[in-house]
């Protein structure tokens, strides 16, 4: 006996996500440029490449720059393969909702206001979602993929990976997640070798494919974090400070929970950090494994402050690196902004980055139980299996790259956090048909009144934060710091 027909992707969905696409390029066009974007554009014209910012996206950009002059050719790259990948996993799935529910995702106004900003962070996004999108297109429909599907999509994940030094803590256990086959142990190993592989290979690609220079980025992990022990502990031997050194990072307020900016900002703390700054990447952070040893506490204390608020968690309202911009970076590159129409929603937007739909502690909250609920319903069909393990895949890769950043991060932009976000989102739509219990409805209910009540008690309670990023240099962060001395 035959099998049936797999199912065909869906028309409507792909309309749908095509029409969106034209009414962003149309809304949108040339996209926002901020600080990064006109970096990487003068990068590109000059030719003179560093490691700061994505040497890969410079690349791109000088394939594409003939094509259209300014930020035209990447904006619209981003906004094609953003909606290609929406429009493909709405088409694969049953259910009208469904479908309706990934493409209105996209279409919110904050990710989409962030979407249309050209940012290393925009681009990881696209190139991601649009990479899952074309397996999940064969995956969710249970048909083999074509060799030319997968070559796309490794070459989009390759992009990917190379957008963020963190982007790998994410991406590593998606690509595992959309093996066809193999149990948890494969996945997992597959994670960890994708992983070391990306970590030991992005230096190399960078410098000596790309032709970027060393700007010394690597550094300014161990210096935020080793500077923030020095000012808990008074540590001068571990972390290399003087007490003289530590005091003026004390006087001068460099040690920051929002980001690592005041340390290498030269009318603020470079000078008290030069000596660390002198010293080798290698050497930094050996020198901070050693520091963490001798005060884990002080090392606890500085990550998890920054945490929070890169989390946006206890921290004032309206706190400054939620919203999407409204008009370009200034600059003589001859870079313009979008439109009145475009300005009008970005903030649209920039109200409900106020929101918890604006706090990356929310979803991540949201992804770990959406995660459990999945493993604990029962998959006994071919499609149910399919969307079983990609929306696991999905929030697997939403979680991991929370949780990094523990350990790993020294700024707390929310565009940081809008692959996870849309990552747990599109994972709702993905999974299968949830098993509700009353008892699942009350520990959903108690983790969200134990993320929200406190958030909303520090935002009506703390003191405003600064508005501008100068300001930010110097902010009194109090309390939420977990500074003791």
Request: charged share 10%; with cysteine; glycine share 8%.
């Amino acid at each position: 006996m035959s099998s049936a027909p797999a199912p065909r992707l869906a028309r409507p969905p792909l309309i749908v996500a095509g029409v969106f696409a034209a009414a962003t390029l149309l809304v949108f066009a040339p996209g926002y440029a901020q600080y990064d974007t006109v970096a990487q554009f003068n990068q590109m014209l000059s030719g003179q490449i560093d490691d700061w910012h994505p040497p890969v996206m410079v690349w791109l950009w000088a394939w594409l720059h003939p094509l259209a002059r300014g930020t035209a050719p990447v904006f619209a790259t981003q906004v094609l393969l953003y909606w290609t990948g929406l429009g493909l996993i709405a088409a694969a799935l049953p259910g009208r909702w469904r479908q309706a529910g990934v493409l209105a995702l996209g279409a919110s106004p904050l990710f989409l206001g962030w979407q249309v900003v050209v940012l290393k962070d925009a681009q990881m996004v696209a190139a991601a979602i649009a990479a899952f999108g074309i397996v999940a297109a064969f995956q969710l429909r249970g048909r083999p993929i074509p060799l030319a599907a997968v070559a796309i999509a490794a070459a989009l994940f390759l992009y990917a990976l190379l957008l963020r030094a963190n982007a790998v803590f994410a991406l590593a256990p998606l690509i595992a997640a959309l093996l066809p086959t193999g149990g948890i142990v494969r996945r997992a190993i597959t994670t960890v070798a994708i992983t070391v592989a990306v970590l030991a290979a992005s230096g190399a690609v960078n410098h000596r494919l790309l032709g970027a220079s060393a700007s010394g980025v690597e550094k300014t992990q161990p210096l935020f974090d080793l500077a923030g022990i020095a000012a808990r502990t008074d540590a001068t031997a571990e972390t290399g400070l003087s007490p003289t050194q530590v005091a003026q990072l004390r006087a001068r307020r460099c040690v920051s929970p929002f980001f690592w900016d005041p340390l290498g900002e030269p009318s603020l703390c470079a000078d008290v950090m030069a000596p660390l700054n002198a010293v080798p990447s290698g050497g930094l952070y050996v020198r901070l494994a050693g520091a963490v040893l001798r005060h884990p506490i002080a090392y606890a204390e500085q990550r998890l402050s920054h945490w929070n608020v890169t989390e946006r968690w206890l921290v004032p309202a309206r706190l400054t690196g939620a919203a999407p911009p409204t008009d370009n970076e200034p600059n003589d590159l001859g870079l313009v902004p979008p439109g009145r129409a475009a300005a009008g929603w970005q903030r649209v937007a920039a109200a409900l980055a106020d929101t918890p739909l604006g706090w990356p502690i929310a979803w991540f909250a949201a992804a770990m139980l959406l995660a459990l609920g999945i493993v604990r319903t029962p998959h006994d069909t071919p499609n149910a299996g399919a969307r079983h393990r990609l929306a696991l895949g999905l929030l697997a890769s939403a979680i991991a790259l929370e949780a990094s950043f523990l350990f790993v991060s020294i700024a707390s932009d929310l565009r940081y956090h809008l692959w996870p976000m849309l990552a747990t989102g599109v994972a709702g739509f993905v999974a299968p048909r949830l098993e509700i219990s009353r008892r699942k409805v009350v520990v959903a209910g108690t983790v969200a009144l134990a993320v929200m009540l406190p958030g909303l008690t520090a935002r009506a309670l703390l003191p405003a934060a600064p508005t501008t990023y100068q300001a930010m240099l110097t902010w009194d962060a109090g309390s939420i710091a977990l500074l003791r001395n």
